[in-house]
């Protein structure tokens, strides 16, 4: 059978000692995917906040933007939780009966809040006298869909949209504790688990929630970066520098968390403290030294304060801007990964390490993965069809 | 006694005590046998790891009792060799069940400071992590002290397994459930021992029942200097170790 | 109530029609339309725990195996393997229990599986009867010498070495390599044949190994001398030096 096949190689490579059990990985790349995934959605709706509840002018072109990636990840983020269960067709055991001590069991309740109360219902008022707008406008299958998405409600006088700025208001100050619920319940998830060393730890939903926070803001910066031009627009500046400078001081925050466990860590220098540095030396030097924090959080870092620092020209900041966001993407991830596959590399035995071979195919393959963080652009660009995020009147031409 | 045609039709009692519906909370541990009242019992397990000799009878026994998969990935039980040397090095290896490793290795002994096996399998902590992360209740608590998995609510999550801090479980490569020792329960019930206990040449493994008054863990409790797996974690484990060695963890 | 929607803009009316027209649909299905096998917590444990206890019983347990076969139990019962259960050699027998004429347990006659349990490991513990597979009789089958029941070896070991002979290395290359062991343990006969119940004698006092290796001893020419009454104060001699071994440390 190709799994023993693979648990017979994977035996070759163990290094030390590890119970005999622990010589599979139990949560796969999928288990990666999802908190990168979530990460995105509270960071997005993060961002989106700004705009509305603390009334940050500048970031105004980018909220719709924001709300609509939040709304496509959210979409995704199930999938890659189903695919990786052993028996996927039970899941909606998880939703009927949930086990209350368990934070897993949160996932069903806090999904459908976010979901249906949050998202849906802020998109909803942001876009309703838009969406009537534009079905008297539509013809064919577009304007009953339209009509439909606004439950074929009518009034777009001033009173009425006044209503819907004033729900979408109180909506999003409801959804911040929403998005940090979202969000820091996966945290807790392996925050809680006492028998981990490497992932039982107070901050562990803080450091999960300010990473999201970071990814959410670069990813929207991207998707501005991008979608804009391929409009023939121009990118407000203004805009893109504010979102820079959040973006920055998010980062700050979450490396000073995260160094601030590092130092803890070595300084109290518990029992687990020898594996877990032979971990991090060896089997996730790459991934978290490299990956997480030089290019992921410190080369970022340094390119936006020289930024700030130096005033440079419009077209270098865009470039440099672009390039941090990607690398935060990829950092994010790492972290992701450092984590949740890092935290299963070693024994609890706390003598031994394991390796993780991941499959290409296979339901919890290399490739699986790509399509699930592929499709959420493919929504996104359905959506912004759909519900472009802007007037032809507020973007400016090139 | 007929205790052979008492066990043959055992299993016709046990299967239509269990197809009555709207079973009570207390009524459903009389069914398990009408014989077997389960707030009577209390299980525990005594491991003397001086006695240990490192043979493997019980994990052969524990996989053909229980139907584990025949592969060195999968235990329910399982003995791990230590062996620590004077430059105060330690080499630990699980044992495989056919002396595959190590023969008459004599020049192994030349530097050993310490050297002794270790039987390992699920504690069934009375204060359970791995309970308590389920995220559909599929693994419980008995009242009478075994932790067990419903195989047919069970989704495959491995929560379970992350939070188990002795690996004691796995995923089962064909059900896809998780999986891990029951003390064998369906033997229990029965007034058996478990599998392991029962076929363990030296007594390392003791088994008794905490509620009995006259129990062979009860007087190994009262002999021996007991010591539990990771006490800090506080999971009130239920296998209890004698002379067992600070390294082993 | 109805002020409260003439109040509210026709949008939000909407909205909280759907909302709630969502909640009773869910609420409908959960409490009404679900089977209560999908819903009650307690029934799932219930009917859990008998699907675990209703479980094939593979191993009869030991004291099944006497009703049929008296002969083997007394041949057994004051033998070595008196505590060591048919089903550890015999392997998995409630088949055979079912069915006696047609299903037989397996019988290991090969040396690989009394090797198991008496191939020499260094870890197992001190005294365990163990022999070097390349260099005892090889390739005979065990079973020619020792009756699996009753094991007695077919000569009554002579010299201590027999079982343990993991001391006896450690001893020839120390400086007590031609001491005999006898000359500091006496070992009264029976504990040849109750090796845990009759132990042999240590030494318990410095002057034991004064005799030698005091100064003022006229015993042991060319020997290491120390003053007994000045030399490590109030320990016994073993406290520090290991007799057996290089050096004594």
Redesign the interface.
């Known amino acids: ?1 190709e ?2 096949h693979m ?1 017979h190689e994977l ?1 070759t490579q163990v290094v ?9 990985i ?2 796969s790349i999928l288990i990666v995917v999802y908190p990168y995934i979530t990460g995105l959605v509270a960071g997005a709706f993060i961002l989106a906040s700004l705009v509305k509840v603390f009334n940050v002018k500048e970031l105004q072109p980018t909220y719709r933007l924001a709300m609509l990636t939040a709304l496509a990840f959210m979409l995704i983020a199930p999938l890659p939780l189903q695919l ?5 067709e ?2 909606f ?2 939703f ?4 209350p ?5 949160m ?1 069903g309740f806090v999904y459908l809040w976010y979901l ?1 109360v949050v998202l849906l ?1 802020e998109i ?2 942001e876009y ?1 006298r838009d969406m009537i707008v534009w079905s008297g406008e539509a013809t064919g299958p577009k304007k009953w869909l339209l009509k439909g998405l ?6 777009i006088s001033e ?2 949209v006044a ?2 700025k004033k ?1 979408v208001k109180v909506i999003t100050i409801i959804g911040i504790p929403s998005a940090f619920l979202l969000h820091g319940y996966v945290g807790f ?1 392996f925050g ?5 060393p490497w992932w039982s730890s107070v901050m562990m939903p803080v450091v999960f929630l300010f990473s999201a926070i970071v990814s959410g803001i670069a990813m929207v910066m991207l998707l501005y970066m991008i979608v804009v031009p391929l409009r023939g627009a121009k990118i407000d500046m203004k805009c893109l520098d504010k979102i820079a400078s959040f973006l920055f001081y998010a980062v700050i925050v979450d490396f000073s968390i995260e160094v601030l466990d590092f130092i803890h860590r070595l300084y109290e220098s518990e029992e687990s403290i020898k594996i877990l540095s032979q971990l991090v030396s060896t089997k996730l030097f790459m991934s978290l030294v490299v990956l997480q924090v030089l290019l992921g959080m410190l080369v970022p870092l340094g390119v936006m304060a020289v930024i700030k620092i130096f005033r440079l020209q419009e077209e270098l900041r865009k470039l440099l801007y672009f390039i941090s966001a990607v690398l935060i993407q990829l950092g994010i991830f790492s972290t992701r990964w450092n984590v949740v596959i890092g935290g ?1 590399l070693f ?5 031994g390490l394991t390796t993780y071979k991941m499959e290409l195919t296979g339901i919890e393959g290399l490739l699986v993965a790509l399509v699930l963080l592929i499709v959420p652009f493919v929504i996104l660009s359905l959506l912004m069809k759909l519900l472009p995020p802007w007037k032809k009147e507020e973007l400016v031409s090139q | 006694m007929d205790r052979r045609n008492f066990l043959k039709h055992l299993g016709l009692v046990i299967s239509s005590g269990g197809i009555a519906g709207g079973i009570s909370a207390d009524a459903w541990a009389k069914i398990i046998n009408k014989d077997y009242d389960t707030a009577k019992h209390f299980y525990g397990m005594g491991v003397d790891v001086d006695k240990c000799i490192g043979c493997g009878r019980c994990m052969q026994a524990c996989k053909t009792e229980n139907s584990v998969p025949d592969l060195p990935f999968y235990y329910r039980t399982w003995v791990e060799r230590y062996i620590i040397k004077t430059d105060k090095s330690i080499l630990v290896k699980t044992i495989t069940m056919n002396n595959s490793d190590e023969p008459s290795d004599v020049s192994a002994e030349r530097d050993m400071l310490r050297s002794f096996f270790v039987p390992k399998l699920c504690n069934q902590c009375d204060h359970p992590p791995c309970v308590q992360v389920c995220p559909v209740g599929a693994t419980f608590k008995t009242e009478d002290g075994v932790i067990l998995v419903d195989a047919k609510r069970c989704i495959g999550c491995r929560y379970c397994i992350q939070a188990c801090p002795y690996g004691a479980r796995y995923l089962h490569p064909e059900t896809r459930v998780a999986d891990k020792c029951t003390f064998c329960y369906h033997r229990l019930v029965k007034g058996l021992l478990p599998a392991c206990v029962e076929v363990c040449p030296t007594q390392a493994r003791i088994f008794g029942d905490m509620k009995s008054i006259a129990s062979p863990l009860g007087r190994f409790t009262r002999m021996h200097k007991i010591h539990v797996l990771k006490p800090a974690l506080n999971t009130d484990p239920k296998v209890y170790y004698a002379n067992l060695d600070g390294e082993v963890n | 109530m109805g002020d409260f929607f003439k109040k509210l803009p026709e949008q939000a009316v909407r909205i909280i029609v759907l909302f709630i027209a969502l909640a009773v649909v869910l609420f409908v299905v959960r409490q009404f339309i679900l089977p209560s096998s999908l819903k009650d917590t307690v029934l799932q444990k219930a009917t859990a725990t008998e699907r675990e206890a209703a479980k094939d019983v593979m191993y009869a347990g030991a004291q099944i195996c006497a009703g049929c076969h008296e002969k083997q139990r007394d041949v057994k019962a004051s033998g070595y393997h008196r505590d060591l259960a048919c089903e550890s050699c015999h392997g998995a027998a409630q088949k055979h229990v079912d069915n006696p004429a047609e299903v037989k347990p397996t019988s290991p006659r090969k040396r690989d599986y009394c090797g198991y349990c008496h191939t020499y490991n260094a870890s197992r513990p001190t005294g365990f009867p163990q022999i070097n597979p390349v260099t005892h009789n090889p390739r005979k089958a065990c079973v020619s010498c020792h009756n699996p029941h009753n094991p007695a070896p077919s000569r009554t070991p002579e010299s201590c070495n027999a079982c343990h002979a993991q001391i006896e290395r450690v001893k020839a290359a120390s400086y007590h390599a031609l001491l005999s062991c006898t000359v500091c343990h006496t070992a009264p006969e029976k504990h040849k044949t109750s090796p845990r119940t009759v132990m042999p004698s240590k030494p318990d006092k410095r002057e034991f190994c004064g005799k030698c290796h005091d100064k003022e001893s006229r015993n042991g020419k060319g020997m290491p001398k120390i003053d007994m009454d000045t030399h490590g104060e109030k320990y016994v001699c073993w406290q520090c030096h290991y007799p057996h071994s290089l050096g004594g440390l």
Do not use: C, V
Request: aromatic share 14%; hydrophobic share 40%.
């Open positions: 059978m799994l023993t648990l035996s030390g000692f590890i119970y005999p059990n622990e010589i599979e139990q949560w990786h269960l052993g028996r996927p039970r899941s055991e998880m009927l009966t949930p086990h001590s368990s934070a897993m069991a996932f249906m219902l909803w008022f309703r606004s439950l074929f409600s009518t009034d009173k009425a209503f819907d729900t998830i809680s688990i006492k028998a981990n299963q024994s609890k035995s706390f003598r």
